[in-house]
C-alpha cells in the first residue's frame, strides 16, 4: 500500500499548488504523510455527511474539492461545527487533502470535466494564465453539432447528478448552439470575457440576479445562459482524480467518488 505522501505527489503533479489563487488554502489539512492509505474518498465538499461516508467504506483519506478551512484561524476545538470535523477524522485515522483552485486552473481539471461531461469537445481555457496556455480558469469547447437551446439545456440536465434547483436556462428555446463556455463553480464574474470569446451559451453556477440579468439586457448578441447549483458542477471533476489516483495506485488503492449529495438545497416548492 502506499502512503499518503505517494498520494499526495500524484495529486498534486495533475493539480499543482502553484496554480493556486493567493487567497486560497489547498494540500494537508490532517493526517500523517508517513500513514497507509487504502481506499480513497473523493468529494466536492469535506462536510458531515461526506465523512459519514468515508467512515461507512473504510477510507483513510478524503480528496475534496472545497477546504474545510479556507479563511484563517485559531483554534479547532471540538465544540465547533469544523473543529468537530478535525478531531473525529483524527481519531478515526482519516486524512484530509484539499484541491481547489489549482484543480480549477489545471490541465486537465474541474472544468475539463464539466465540458466532458455535457458532452464537449474542449478548445481553450476561457481565462488562460498566459496568452496560447493551457491552464486557467474556465473551459471553450464545441458539440460535435448544433443545437436548439432548449435541447441544450436539457442535455446539460441529463449529464449532470440530480439537485432540486435544477437547471435553469437564460435564452431563447431554439437559439442554435454549436460554441460554449462553462467554468465550474461561481463563474458569473467571467461573462464578460464568455461574450468576448463569442460563444452561444455559457454554462457556470450561482449566476447572480444583477449580472445575469445585465448580461442579458448588454447590445449585440451575447451567450445564453445554463445556470447549474455549485455542486453539480463540480461533481464531475471527483471522476476525474478519482481516475488519477485508481491508474497510479491500481491494485493496491480503491478510489469512491462519494455519491451523497451536498448540495444546500433540499426543498423546492412552486406556488399552487
Given at each position: 500500500?502506499?502512503?499518503?505522501?505517494e498520494?499526495?505527489?500524484?495529486?498534486?503533479?495533475?493539480?499543482?499548488?502553484?496554480?493556486?489563487?493567493?487567497?486560497?488554502?489547498?494540500?494537508?489539512?490532517?493526517?500523517?504523510?508517513?500513514?497507509?492509505?487504502?481506499?480513497?474518498?473523493?468529494?466536492?465538499?469535506?462536510?458531515?455527511?461526506?465523512?459519514?461516508?468515508?467512515e461507512?467504506i473504510?477510507?483513510?483519506?478524503?480528496?475534496?474539492?472545497?477546504?474545510?478551512?479556507l479563511?484563517?484561524?485559531?483554534?479547532?476545538?471540538?465544540?465547533?461545527?469544523?473543529?468537530?470535523?478535525?478531531h473525529?477524522?483524527?481519531?478515526?485515522?482519516?486524512?484530509?487533502?484539499?484541491?481547489h483552485?489549482?484543480?480549477?486552473?489545471?490541465?486537465?481539471?474541474?472544468?475539463?470535466?464539466?465540458?466532458?461531461?455535457?458532452?464537449?469537445?474542449?478548445?481553450?481555457?476561457?481565462?488562460?494564465?498566459?496568452?496560447?496556455?493551457?491552464?486557467?480558469?474556465?473551459?471553450?469547447?464545441?458539440?460535435?453539432?448544433?443545437?436548439?437551446?432548449?435541447?441544450?439545456?436539457?442535455?446539460?440536465?441529463?449529464?449532470?447528478?440530480?439537485?432540486?434547483?435544477?437547471?435553469?436556462?437564460?435564452?431563447?428555446?431554439?437559439?442554435?448552439?454549436?460554441?460554449v463556455?462553462?467554468?465550474?463553480?461561481?463563474?458569473?464574474?467571467y461573462?464578460?470575457?464568455?461574450?468576448?470569446?463569442?460563444?452561444d451559451?455559457?454554462?457556470?453556477?450561482?449566476l447572480?440576479?444583477?449580472?445575469?440579468?445585465?448580461?442579458?439586457?448588454?447590445?449585440?448578441?451575447v451567450?445564453a445562459?445554463?445556470?447549474?447549483?455549485?455542486?453539480a458542477?463540480?461533481?464531475?471533476?471527483?471522476?476525474?482524480?478519482s481516475?488519477?489516483?485508481?491508474?497510479?495506485f491500481?491494485?493496491?488503492?480503491?478510489?469512491?467518488?462519494?455519491?451523497?449529495?451536498?448540495?444546500?438545497?433540499?426543498?423546492?416548492?412552486?406556488?399552487?
Open positions: 500500500m502506499p502512503a499518503l505522501a498520494i499526495i505527489a500524484v495529486l498534486e503533479r495533475s493539480y499543482p499548488p502553484r496554480l493556486a489563487e493567493s487567497w486560497d488554502a489547498v494540500g494537508l489539512v490532517c493526517g500523517d504523510p508517513a500513514e497507509d492509505v487504502r481506499r480513497v474518498l473523493f468529494c466536492v465538499d469535506p462536510v458531515e455527511e461526506t465523512l459519514a461516508e468515508a461507512e473504510g477510507a483513510q483519506l478524503i480528496v475534496a474539492h472545497h477546504p474545510l478551512l479563511r484563517g484561524v485559531h483554534g479547532v476545538p471540538a465544540d465547533t461545527a469544523k473543529g468537530s470535523l478535525v473525529r477524522m483524527i481519531r478515526g485515522g482519516i486524512a484530509l487533502y484539499c484541491a483552485t489549482n484543480a480549477d486552473s489545471a490541465d486537465p481539471g474541474v472544468s475539463d470535466a464539466l465540458a466532458r461531461a455535457i458532452g464537449l469537445e474542449v478548445d481553450r481555457p476561457l481565462d488562460p494564465h498566459e496568452p496560447g496556455g493551457r491552464t486557467g480558469i474556465g473551459r471553450i469547447g464545441h458539440l460535435p453539432a448544433e443545437e436548439p437551446f432548449a435541447r441544450f439545456v436539457q442535455r446539460v440536465a441529463d449529464a449532470l447528478p440530480a439537485t432540486v434547483p435544477g437547471v435553469l436556462g437564460a435564452g431563447e428555446a431554439d437559439r442554435p448552439i454549436r460554441t463556455a462553462v467554468s465550474g463553480g461561481a463563474g458569473d464574474s461573462l464578460a470575457k464568455a461574450t468576448a470569446e463569442g460563444v451559451a455559457y454554462v457556470t453556477a450561482d447572480r440576479h444583477h449580472p445575469a440579468g445585465e448580461h442579458l439586457a448588454s447590445a449585440g448578441t451567450p445562459l445554463v445556470g447549474l447549483t455549485h455542486w458542477s463540480e461533481w464531475p471533476w471527483c471522476g476525474q482524480a481516475a488519477l489516483v485508481g491508474a497510479a491500481a491494485g493496491t488503492v480503491e478510489a469512491h467518488v462519494s455519491t451523497r449529495c451536498t448540495d444546500p438545497w433540499t426543498i423546492r416548492a412552486t406556488a399552487q
